[in-house]
């Protein structure tokens, strides 16, 4: 069955560090995309970063990173350079391919505190 | 400009009425979705909808129903059968692929007093 797993409810990190936050995930669709999502208190979702299951390099956008480790089925999020601006809601995604119907789930978040 | 619109952003209903959240795209996307969202908790699916006219149930789809007559809308009513209906309602919609991100309206923040 079609799972998301972020175990960190919680996180602290200092402002221009790095911070990663875990995502592990199940599926038996050998097609899939993998999506992270910043929800500030405001309650909007703003997407982040995409990796593919068939894609060969980690994907990057800007200070965002994906460590995509496929064979471990995990998809962590690497945020550099921490701004004050980063602190929120993190989620993770996935949405499977024909073969799950483009169902599309979401872990239960990590709550990202950064520190001046 | 091409988005999601949720109406109301906020709702207020006294307990055993049915209420309809609305869901209007303009993206031309096929898939749309609605999520339920308590405090400090992550994104439950309620419903997904793959091509007009029809639908499946997510991980919590007792005391909702929808519809989606037309492309561009997915309406989400919360009925007297649903227990714990006050929550943060989100609807997304993306394309009909594994690799395009999903795209959110703002959000409807239901109580029901």
């Known amino acids: 069955a079609q799972k998301i797993t972020q175990t960190q409810p919680g996180m602290f990190v200092q402002e221009k560090e790095a911070v990663t936050l875990d995502c592990t995930y199940d599926?038996?669709?050998?097609?899939?995309?993998l999506f992270w999502y910043k929800q500030p208190s405001s309650g909007e979702m703003i997407f982040l970063i995409y990796?593919?299951?068939?894609?060969?390099q980690n994907a990057t956008e800007g200070r965002y990173s994906l460590n995509f480790q496929k064979a471990r089925k995990s998809a962590n999020l690497v945020i550099s350079a921490s701004q004050l601006g980063d602190s929120a809601m993190y989620f993770c995604?996935?949405?499977?391919?024909?073969?799950?119907?483009?169902?599309?789930?979401f872990g239960a978040g990590t709550r990202l505190f950064v520190k001046a | 400009d091409g988005g999601i619109t949720q109406s109301p952003k906020y709702l207020f209903r006294k307990e055993g009425q049915n209420v309809t959240l609305s869901c209007e795209q303009n993206?031309?996307?096929?898939?749309m979705y609605w999520y339920r969202q308590d405090p400090g908790q992550g994104l439950r699916l309620i419903y997904y909808?793959?091509?007009?006219?029809?639908?499946q149930k997510g991980d919590i789809a007792e005391g909702y129903s929808v519809s989606r007559e037309k492309k561009e809308s997915f309406p989400l009513t919360v009925t007297s059968a649903q227990k714990n209906p006050t929550a943060f309602y989100l609807c997304?919609?993306?394309?009909?692929?594994?690799?395009?991100?999903?795209?959110f309206g703002q959000g409807t923040r239901l109580t029901v007093v």
């Open positions: 997304a919609s993306s394309a009909r692929r594994e690799y395009t991100e999903a795209f």
């Open positions: 599926t038996s669709d050998p097609s899939y995309g």
């Open positions: 990796q593919g299951s068939y894609d060969q």
């Open positions: 995604a996935m949405r499977e391919g024909n073969t799950g119907g483009f169902k599309t789930i």
């Open positions: 993206l031309n996307h096929d898939a």
């Open positions: 909808s793959q091509i007009v006219n029809d639908f």
